[in-house]
């Protein structure tokens, strides 16, 4: 396995662990109690702080691990890279117009920011499991 893949399915592993962290709170939260008037800041960049803190540190320890491969990159990494941001480009458009719409029916500023980070959320989860079958299949 390559680094770039390894890297892959830590990104992938500390997205789908630290947002769904954040919105399983968070949405529970503004589902039980009412949605407050605006974003949980603090929490989202709590969460934003964890993800950054994690995936520094297992990308440390992967490139301790096989440090030769660290550096490299070749044409189907770059390739692989490309198709995974065409895919989620796809995602995010979706996921942008979907935000656009919520704020043209009047929706609060609450669920309008979280359409938003659930738009980027998902478009970096495709991208990640798309650029992995990438790799499995051998683009």
């Not at 929706?107 to 079958?133: N, P, Q, R, Y």
């Amino acid at each position: 396995m390559s680094f770039r893949e390894k890297s892959t399915w830590v990104l992938l592993a500390v997205t789908i662990i630290v947002y769904g962290w954040y919105f399983a709170t968070t949405l529970d939260e503004a589902l039980g109690a009412g949605v407050p008037p605006v974003a949980d800041n603090v929490r989202l960049f709590g969460a934003v702080v964890i993800m950054v803190g994690l995936t520094i540190v297992a990308h440390i320890m992967i490139a301790i691990l096989s440090p030769k491969e660290a550096d490299t990159a070749d044409e189907r990494d770059r390739l692989i890279e490309l198709r995974g941001d065409q895919r989620s480009g796809f995602v995010m458009t979706v996921a942008l117009f979907s935000t656009l719409g919520l704020a043209l029916a009047g929706a609060s500023v609450f669920w309008i920011a979280h359409a938003a980070l659930a738009g980027l959320v998902v478009s970096e989860l495709v991208k990640a499991v798309t650029k992995l079958i990438d790799y499995r299949r051998g683009v």
